[in-house]
């Protein structure tokens, strides 16, 4: 178990969605909401590159044309 040097300090190899402060980091970079981030990370895993490539996919899917 990895442990933070610095008070704040966010470990950028795994995505733990059960610390706050991560949660909301990761939030915030991938612009999703927590409760969004947590749902994915435990879909995909806590991989911040699978995260990312899960949010991506998404919001692609639900990019819909204009009429």
């Known amino acids: 178990m990895q442990q933070r040097n610095l008070a704040g300090s966010v470990d950028g190899i795994r995505i733990n969605a059960n610390d706050m402060f991560e949660c909301k980091y990761w939030a915030k970079k991938f612009g999703v909401t927590a409760s969004e981030l947590k749902s994915v990370v435990k879909a995909v ?23």
């Open 45 to 67: 895993g806590d991989s911040p590159s699978a995260v990312r490539s899960r949010i991506e996919k998404t919001a692609k899917k639900l990019s819909l044309p204009a009429i």
